[in-house]
Nanobody, 127 residues
Framework: VQLQAYGGGLVQSGGSLRLSCAAF????????IGWFRQAPGKEREGVGC???????YYTDSVKGRFTISRDNAKNTVYLQMNSLKPEDTAVYYC??????????????????????WGKGTLVTVSS
């Protein structure tokens, strides 16, 4: 499956953005999907993931602020980001794997994969 992430931009602290990840070439119905981010000088980390059975996981720093969801009809996954903070500034990537991964496990294991990362979308939060 090919993925295209978009929706990033510049936003003030406290603002909101919605990232979209559109899939082409296969249905996302049986995929574990996640949003990951990489800030300058830091390792890529899992932000929010959703399993094929719609279980979700969020890293502690975004709980209560970010929401991952999928629209199977549009073959798209979203990341709604509210109450953004300067420390959320990063390039955000989406990834998907056709496997029955638990969302928590997927968010932790996927950053170690070398392949399957697209261009990402830059989110910049100004203070």
């Amino acid at each position: 499956v090919q993925l295209q992430a978009y929706g990033g931009g510049l936003v003030q602290s406290g603002g909101s953005l919605r990232l979209s990840c559109a899939a082409f070439g296969d249905s996302l119905d049986y995929y574990a999907i996640g949003w990951f981010r990489q800030a300058p000088g830091k390792e890529r980390e899992g932000v929010g993931c959703i399993s094929s059975s719609d279980g979700t996981y969020y890293t502690d720093s975004v709980k209560g602020r970010f929401t991952i969801s999928r629209d199977n009809a549009k073959n798209t996954v979203y990341l709604q980001m509210n109450s953004l903070k300067p420390e959320d500034t990063a390039v955000y990537y989406c990834a998907a794997d056709k496997h029955r991964y638990d969302a928590n496990y997927y968010c932790h294991i996927r950053p170690s994969y070398a392949a399957g990362w697209g261009k990402g979308t830059l989110v910049t939060v100004s203070s």
